[in-house]
């Protein structure tokens, strides 16, 4: 078992090392000069050799791709461009709202998809299972800004009980800051919840088909007991496959929010940072949203070892 | 009073081009203590009576007629009353080992359950029950097994912990749909006669479903043979050993290979099992039947006494007898 | 004594079609507007005229006018030609790249098949939509850059679907049976493996399409996408929420065209999906 879970790790270690590799050459190697880049088309040909010396350009794609490695291991992420500060700080400030933003996300889209999705298998082909798919058929079709857009209008510009955007700071207190994730995680939240819900049920319903459930009814489970007892944790295999898988497509959707919102978190700083071409910064948050998601994945697959025994037997 | 009594007993499936009869009015009665077999080919309806009696036929079937269980008559209990009985007073067991137990909880376990459900015990009471059981299934290191999960033991070390869990409570009546088809044939003695012991220790009665004769005529003390949805024909299995006296029961023996037997062709009963959409009105072997006349068609045949005890549903039983040369 | 248990199955049947024919229409629909605006639109959907700004539908301008007096109806119109337009380009370039390596990976096997695939997984550690940002971002913001960028995140998925789907196919008898009569594996490919994933690619590469829109929609939101003058549906939604306080009703037009424009292609993927295989039509 141990060494089934070194070699997994090696595996994680190994994927983000090739992320930093690609990021790097992506946007250090292929784009050419980056020092035109940071700065424009139209840069004057002085600014550009500063910018050169101050980047260390004149040193070779390896030597700058290591110095780049060494100082993110060592937390040391460099100086934005833009900002003329450590970018480690920046990111920090940030992820002060990304994460929860995240966090309250993943949470109400989890608790959301699986109810739905448990009583639609349960209720399957009558009213309350043709009420849930047709409202998450909906709900996948919406884009997720849109949402938020209708969010605000209603709680914001017709009751005013949220703030239409912003972020006052987690000094403010716990009640304004909440409050003004509230709206940003129930938009990402939703939408993404009509997709998993749909997923759960096809789940829950290809268990319920099982021999093992037919079982355990025979012992005297009702229906319900059943489906407790027996069916949801053999239901959680697919369900924890895809609410990994969607943890990338939730990173990519608190960009958009943030946007939406006026949010300065992460997504927000990347974002503005790609239009102020500051290499530096891209870099680093690329990164880091791509090893979040890549440790993401290795979490869901340790997390199959929990439930799974026959996995755990393998190993 | 017997343990079992299941009269007129019919069953419809709810398809798309309207309800489907698949059993039509079968009855029969079941003492403590014996074992009855059913037998038939797929599509006869045995295993969809299997269901009914414990109350597990699929969504959209309907049932009509009359079960009693002790006098207690199941087809109009709430679901509820029903699962009290399930896995407490009968019991059932399936055909595939490999797929009917929960892959992710230990079987020490899922044995442990129906004790949970109906007997209120607590945690490590019913563990402790649950190895007593696996041993007495006769598991080595039913400890070990206990702890075990069900991908880690083999094809027959399964049956056996399903046949623990299905004693668990002690049942009057177990139902054995298949048991050992899915075994290989010196597993399948085994189960046999482990089943055959415990219905002796318990006096619980047991019902095996199953297509293969030899496992019938092995074990069973009573023999039901369906076909089409009827039964066709029941007596005590020494009575059919000796003499069948309903045409498809002679052919059913007769399409037996014989070891020895030389090389003789294989003797196949002509034609296919009804199409239940397209049932015939009259006895539904007709169409297959070398005896059959134009009256057989016409109306379902009751079932005739041919000796004390046994029954077949021909009218053509004159014919039969002389064609079978007993 | 009888007992009724559970729902009779045969009205499912209904709704199941319901979905397939309501889908087909709205599709029908976005396509139709789509073509007739390219020949014709009630008002232009580029003039500006502020005089008329923020007015309220009426018989000249249907939907009403946005904040530079632009014919709102108009704008919807020729955005739904460039959703269209991002949907089929971007879907074809992940299908013709992306079925082309997943049918090769599967043909192959061996070292091809396994470093194809751990390409494809590995870019699905790239949020998809952070990477069209950045491509759009690097190679200059537009219509074309982001159909490029949303038509590369096709290629793995597509790749992915069909690299799964054919190896199914290969491992079966008559597919054995035309190595024997000595095929090629590209003749093989060709001709038995590829009609027999056919379906599963169309039903796909419908939900893709809706997808792609979606994307898109993120991307012009955002400013990456189709610049003006050339209406999008996304950019106008940007617009819109500036003026969500005084004219809130020119947020919620450009969202309801995404929103069945999407609905549209997802419930005629569903829709086939449950027409090319009836064994699924029994699990629903």
């Known amino acids: 078992m141990m060494v089934f879970l070194l070699k997994r790790f090696a595996g994680f270690l190994v994927t983000v090392l090739a992320a930093t590799l690609v990021v790097f050459v992506v946007l250090e190697v292929l784009p050419g000069d980056p020092a035109r880049v940071v700065l424009g088309v139209e840069a004057q040909p002085e600014s550009i050799k500063a910018l050169r010396a101050e980047f260390g350009l004149d040193r070779p794609a390896a030597m700058r791709y290591l110095a780049w490695v060494g100082g993110l291991v060592r937390g040391d992420l460099g100086l934005s461009y833009t900002y003329r500060v450590p970018v480690a700080e920046l990111v920090g400030e940030r992820l002060a709202v990304t994460v929860p933003l995240a966090l309250i996300s993943t949470c109400l889209s989890g608790i959301l998809a699986l109810a739905l999705g448990i009583y639609a298998a349960a209720h399957r082909g009558r009213p309350g299972d043709v009420g849930v798919m047709t409202v998450t058929q909906l709900g996948v079709a919406v884009p997720n800004f849109w949402f938020a857009i209708l969010l605000i209008l209603l709680f914001a510009v017709y009751l005013g009980w949220l703030p239409s955007g912003g972020f006052p700071g987690w000094r403010a207190g716990l009640g304004p800051a909440v409050k003004s994730l509230l709206l940003p995680s129930l938009s990402l939240a939703v939408v993404q919840a009509a997709v998993l819900a749909r997923i759960t049920r096809a789940a829950v319903i290809e268990i319920l088909g099982e021999d093992f459930v037919r079982t355990a009814r025979a012992k005297g489970n009702s229906r319900r007991r059943a489906l407790w007892r027996h069916v949801l944790r053999n239901a959680l295999i697919p369900v924890v496959t895809i609410m990994g898988l969607q943890f990338s497509a939730l990173l990519a959707g608190t960009i958009i929010v943030e946007n939406v919102f006026y949010l300065p978190g992460l997504g927000r700083l990347v974002f503005q940072a790609i239009t102020q071409h500051d290499l530096i910064v891209i870099k680093d948050v690329v990164l880091l949203l791509a090893v979040v998601v890549i440790a993401v994945n290795f979490a869901v697959d340790l997390l199959y070892l929990a439930i799974d025994p026959r996995l755990r037997s393998r190993a | 009073m017997a343990l079992l009594e299941v009269a007129d007993l019919s069953m419809a499936l709810a398809t798309a081009r309207g309800p489907l009869e698949v059993v039509r009015r079968i009855g029969f009665t079941l003492d403590r203590g014996r074992i009855l077999g059913i037998v038939g080919e797929s599509g006869s309806g045995k295993t969809m009576t299997a269901l009914a009696l414990i109350g597990l036929l699929p969504d959209g079937a309907r049932a009509t007629g009359s079960i009693r269980l002790d006098g207690r008559e199941l087809l109009a209990l709430p679901e509820a009353a029903l699962c009290r009985l399930r896995g407490d007073r009968i019991a059932m067991i399936f055909q595939e080992p490999m797929t009917a137990l929960n892959p992710l909880q230990p079987i020490g376990r899922q044995v442990a359950e129906p004790l949970r459900l109906h007997r209120d015990m607590d945690g490590s009471a019913a563990q402790a029950e649950a190895v007593r059981l696996l041993d007495r299934v006769r598991l080595p290191e039913a400890a070990r097994i206990s702890a075990a999960f069900p991908h880690q033991l083999s094809g027959g070390q399964r049956q056996r912990a399903m046949i623990a869990m299905a004693l668990a409570c002690q049942p009057d009546l177990l139902v054995a749909d298949e048991p050992t088809t899915a075994l290989d044939v010196t597993l399948q003695a085994q189960i046999l006669d482990l089943l055959v012991e415990l219905v002796e220790e318990s006096g619980m009665a047991l019902i095996i479903v199953s297509h293969d004769l030899g496992v019938i005529a092995e074990t069973a003390d009573d023999v039901l043979v369906m076909y089409g949805g009827t039964v066709v024909e029941h007596a005590p299995v020494a009575a059919l050993l000796r003499h069948r006296a309903h045409p498809y029961t002679q052919g059913l023996f007769a399409a037996r290979p014989r070891l020895g037997g030389g090389a003789a062709p294989l003797q196949a009963i002509p034609g296919t099992v009804p199409d239940l959409a397209a049932l015939p009105s009259g006895c539904r072997f007709a169409d297959r039947c070398p005896l059959a006349i134009a009256a057989c068609n016409a109306a379902p045949p009751p079932m005739h006494e041919v000796a004390f005890g046994h029954g077949a549903a021909c009218i053509r039983l004159d014919a039969a007898r002389a064609g079978a040369g007993a | ?284």
């Open chain 3, 1 to 284: 004594m009888s007992v009724v248990v559970g729902e009779a199955p045969a009205r499912r049947r209904i709704f199941r079609h319901a979905g397939l024919i309501v889908g087909a229409a709205l599709t029908a629909l976005v396509v139709l507007v789509a073509i007739v605006s390219l020949v014709w639109t009630p008002q232009s959907a580029t003039a500006i005229d502020v005089a008329h700004k923020l007015a309220l539908p009426s018989a000249a301008h249907w939907l009403g006018t946005d904040h530079f007096g632009r014919d709102v109806a108009s704008m919807l119109m020729v955005g739904a030609q460039n959703s269209m337009m991002v949907g089929i380009v971007a879907v074809s370039i992940g299908v013709g790249i992306g079925v082309a390596c997943g049918l090769a990976a599967a043909a192959r096997g061996g070292w091809v098949e396994e470093a194809l695939m751990r390409l494809a997984d590995f870019t699905f550690a790239f949020p998809a939509v952070l990477s069209a940002i950045l491509i759009t971002a690097l190679l200059g913001p537009g219509a074309f850059n982001s159909i490029l960028a949303i038509g590369i995140f096709n290629v793995p998925a597509f790749a992915r679907l069909s690299r799964g789907a054919a190896r199914g196919i290969w491992v079966r008898d008559f597919i054995l049976a035309a190595r024997v009569a000595g095929k090629g594996r590209l003749r093989i490919t060709v001709e038995h493996v590829l009609p027999n994933i056919a379906s599963l690619l169309i039903v796909q590469a419908t939900i893709q399409f809706g997808v792609a829109i979606l994307a898109e929609a993120g991307l012009s939101y955002l400013g990456l996408g189709t610049q003006p003058p050339n209406p999008s549906w996304g950019r106008t939604l940007n617009e819109a929420q500036t003026f969500l306080f005084i004219a809130p009703r020119l947020a919620i037009y450009p969202g309801l065209a995404i929103v069945l424009a999407v609905l549209g292609l997802n419930l005629l993927g569903d829709g086939l999906r449950d027409v090319f295989d009836p064994r699924l039509i029994r699990r629903r």
